[in-house]
């Protein structure tokens, strides 16, 4: 089968844990969404694949309709970290390359190449995602220096403070820890005051 040059984007629009009234456990709803370069008028459905390792997916759903641009996994056994990649169809079966990988471990703010400056670098906060109820620690990555850590909440949301002022200046890459999981996004840590206009001068 041939395969779409253009990918789609996925990301999590919610995670939610809920009680089933069939099952004792805890259980996660994923709700995923993403950006297509079609509206459906040449895709004809998506499908969605899923596992716990990143790049091994184990799981998939049924074709999701190509007009579509969210879908809500249910009832995913709790306590586990999830990575979801999509591919689109065509009528015919050509498929696309597998999309961006997601995971329910993530930093959610700030993205990548973000920027700590005078503003904000004795309160900067990081939020996130991950498994209910755990321990979720934040390092620099360069010195593995604990910077602050917090317990997500019963909905896996986490938001963890920190102050960067032990820190040396420049790039800087914070690395966020929950279990045997991590991720890290990468930035600049600047604290030097802003420079003064130039070429000053007087119009008319």
Do not use: C
Request: aromatic letters at 10%.
């Amino acid at each position: 089968m041939r395969s779409f040059k253009k990918k789609i984007k996925i990301f999590i629009i919610n995670l939610l844990v809920s009680l089933f009234i069939s099952t004792p456990a805890l259980a996660l709803d994923v709700t995923l969404g993403w950006s297509t370069w079609d509206e459906g008028l040449y895709i004809d459905h998506f499908v969605i694949y899923w596992g716990n390792r990143s790049g091994v997916y184990t799981n998939n759903t049924p074709p999701v309709m190509g007009n579509q641009t969210s879908h809500t996994i249910t009832g995913l056994p709790n306590g586990e970290v999830y990575f979801f990649v999509m591919k689109s169809f065509d009528a015919k079966g050509n498929e696309s390359e597998f999309s961006n990988e997601i995971s329910t471990f993530n930093i959610q703010i700030p993205g990548d190449n973000f920027k700590a400056n005078l503003s904000n670098y004795t309160s900067f906060t990081l939020t996130g995602t991950g498994v209910a109820s755990t321990l979720i620690e934040t390092f620099d990555k360069n010195s593995m220096t604990l910077l602050g850590s917090t317990t997500s909440d019963a909905s896996g949301n986490w938001s963890i403070t920190v102050n960067l002022s032990p820190l040396t200046e420049g790039p800087l890459v914070l690395l966020a820890r929950q279990s045997a999981m991590e991720i890290e996004i990468s930035g600049i840590y600047d604290i030097d005051p802003p420079s003064a206009p130039e070429l000053l001068s007087i119009t008319k």
